[in-house]
Structures are given as C-alpha cells and as structure tokens.
C-alpha cells in the first residue's frame, strides 16, 4: 500500500519558477510508474508528466521544455520543477503512482492507485 502527499504549491507572477514535491509512504520500491496531472478550473484532470522505473520520462507538449518530473529513491519523494510559468498553468496540480506500468506505457489511469491530495499552482502578476 502506498500513499502520497503533494506540496510545494503557491503563487507566482508569469515567468517565474516552482518545484512540487510528492512524498510516498509505504512500500516505494512496489512502485513502477509514476506521474503528475493537472486540473484547471472546469477542466478534466489531464496528465502532463511521467516517469517510469528506469526514469525514463515523458511531457505533454503544454509542459515540455518548461517542467522536468523527477524521482529521488532515496529521499522517497517525486518533483516536478515548473520554469517559466504562465497564467494557463494555474491549476491544482496531483501526483499519482501505480505499480503496474500501465499509465506509463499505455496512458491507462486504471492502473494508478495511489493519487496525492492536490497543490494549488496560480501564476499571475
């Protein structure tokens, strides 16, 4: 069983930087697939990052060139450091994690288990 808890959410002007974090608790080394979504306000919770357990990672075009997803095994935690931020980033943004590989390889949600509580990302001046 494992569990998550996102952080590191704020406000920022435009072009300014943050970095997420989502500790896991439990049985980490179970994990083999991980991956951040957002949600805007009225919008459908999407997916922008993952990585995989050869950290092999993956961006939408929305983020890429922008955001870097990463995962330290030792400090049991997943970043996602967020550059040069824009107003269409604000949204609260969620870890996720599964221990089937399915979302990494195959975009399927069923196989995340386990999803963080949610940190608000707002970029404004």
């Known amino acids: 069983q494992v569990q998550l808890r996102a952080s590191g959410g704020g406000s920022v002007n435009p072009g300014g930087s943050l970095t997420l974090s989502c500790r896991i608790f439990?049985?980490?080394?179970?994990?083999?697939?991980m991956a951040w979504f957002r949600q805007a306000p009225g919008m459908e919770r999407d997916g922008i990052a993952l990585?995989?357990?050869?950290?092999?990672?993956s961006y939408v075009d929305a983020v890429k060139g922008r955001f870097t997803i990463s995962k330290d095994n030792t400090e049991n935690r997943l970043y996602l450091h967020l550059n040069d931020l824009k107003p269409e980033d604000t949204a609260v943004y969620y870890c996720?994690?599964?221990?089937?590989?399915?979302?990494?390889?195959?975009?399927?949600?069923?196989?995340?288990?386990?999803w963080g509580q949610g940190t608000l990302v707002t970029v404004s001046q």
């Open positions: 996720a994690a599964g221990r089937d590989p399915g979302y990494c390889y195959r975009s399927d949600r069923r196989y995340l288990e386990a």
């Open positions: 990585i995989d357990s050869y950290g092999r990672t």
């Open positions: 439990g049985n980490s080394a179970s994990i083999s697939c």
